[in-house]
T-cell receptor
Framework: QKEVEQDPGPLSVPEGAIVSLNCTYS??????FMWYRQYSRKGPELLMY????GNKEDGRFTAQVDKSSKYISLFIRDSQPSDSATYLC?????????????FGKGTKLSVKP | GAVVSQHPSRVICKSGTSVKIECRSL??????MFWYRQFPKQSLMLMAT?????????EQGVEKDKFLINHASLTLSTLTVTSAHPEDSSFYIC??????????????FGSGTRLTVV
């Protein structure tokens, strides 16, 4: 079993839809959870960062972490064509020199106008 | 927020030559930097962790003599691909962490370097 599992999609939705992206993980030591957006041939851009369990909202984006189920989610409301990209979940046990990220495979999202 | 600059964004080199990639933290001091590699349609895989002023720690399977990492200052880390071969062609991305302050930013990535070895 891989440390982080993420459905690679592709996922295609109409403009305005609510998008739900998910990852599961196996290592209970993970404490810091992130969602990145990556456009083709570009570096990942941090969207959301969450420490431990709970919800976090930023504009159209909501991140949820359920450590008891080892499950994290990213919701995108009122999706736009500009949201079309690959979304990567990432997590780490620690910070500083212990902060190397373990990534999911990424889910490719396409929002159709 | 934290900004990481990576250069060059794209490089094409001949087989057998060496290529240097730079990663700079522009508005913070990066005590730790991470180098990742990403193959097409795959996720990012950690290659090595570099700490300012000390030797890099390489992940299993990554040749330290082939991928030379230097983190000589708190704002600059370099990755040199030595004697490059076509199988080294990939997308290389760095990530910088300002230590404990990373909690406020998550981890910030450079824009990546696409290396093509011909």
């Amino acid at each position: 079993q891989k440390e982080v599992e993420q459905d690679p999609g592709p996922l295609s939705v109409p403009e305005g839809a609510i998008v739900s992206l998910n990852c599961t993980y196996s290592n209970s030591a993970f404490q810091y959870f992130m969602w990145y957006r990556q456009y083709s041939r570009k570096g990942p851009e941090l969207l959301m960062y969450t420490y431990s369990s709970g919800n976090k909202e930023d504009g159209r984006f909501t991140a949820q972490v359920d450590k008891s189920s080892k499950y994290i989610s990213l919701f995108i409301r009122d999706s736009q064509p500009s949201d079309s990209a690959t979304y990567l979940c990432a997590m780490t046990r620690g910070r500083g020199s212990q902060g190397n990220l373990i990534f999911g495979k990424g889910t490719k999202l396409s929002v159709k106008p | 927020g934290a900004v990481v600059s990576q250069h060059p964004s794209r490089v094409i080199c001949k087989s057998g030559t060496s290529v240097k990639i730079e990663c700079r933290s522009l508005d913070f001091q990066a005590t730790t930097m991470f180098w990742y590699r990403q193959f097409p349609k795959q996720s990012l895989m950690l290659m090595a962790t570099s700490n300012e002023g000390s030797k890099a720690t390489y992940e299993q399977g990554v040749e330290k003599d082939k991928f030379l990492i230097n983190h000589a200052s708190l704002t600059l880390s370099t990755l040199t691909v030595t004697s490059a071969h076509p199988e080294d062609s990939s997308f290389y991305i760095c990530s910088a962490s300002p230590g404990d302050l990373a909690l406020n930013y998550g981890y910030t990535f450079g824009s990546g370097t696409r290396l093509t070895v011909v």
